[in-house]
Nanobody
């Protein structure tokens, strides 16, 4: 059974940094595109960033470019989200997701319908 477990969320002040982790099990991790999405109360689920199976290609939402970095270590079955220069508007539940097929292009990689498995989410709260 596939399981994705996020960790690293918490409360941080504006301008601070936080690193999220997503540990995967029950799948061949290196065969999956991995993505991060976030959802704030009363708002639509929003694409944050994604990384290709080998780690050679990334896609990011304009709102986080230059601040957030996605990476993966396939030997550890783990994908990371390094978040710097955090803003109050980054406050949300952050979910990692796995796409069974290689997801090519910003439109495909950025669509939640492209992903097959989802983690339970971790809360990130940024105070002003």
């Amino acid at each position: 059974q596939v399981q994705l477990v996020e960790s690293g969320g918490g409360l941080v002040q504006a301008g601070g940094s936080l690193r999220l982790s997503c540990a995967a099990s029950g799948l061949t991790f290196s065969s999956y595109t991995m993505g991060w999405f976030r959802q704030a109360p009363g708002k639509e689920r929003e694409f944050v960033t994604a990384i290709s199976r080998s780690g050679g290609t990334t896609y990011s939402a304009d709102s986080v470019k230059g601040r957030f970095t996605i990476s993966r270590v396939n030997a550890k079955n783990t994908v990371y989200l390094q978040m710097n220069s955090l803003k109050p508007e980054d406050t949300a539940v952050y979910h990692c997701a796995a796409g069974q097929a290689g997801l090519v292009g910003r439109t495909v990689a950025g669509s939640y319908e492209s992903y097959d498995y989802w983690g339970q989410g971790t809360q990130v709260t940024v105070s002003s």
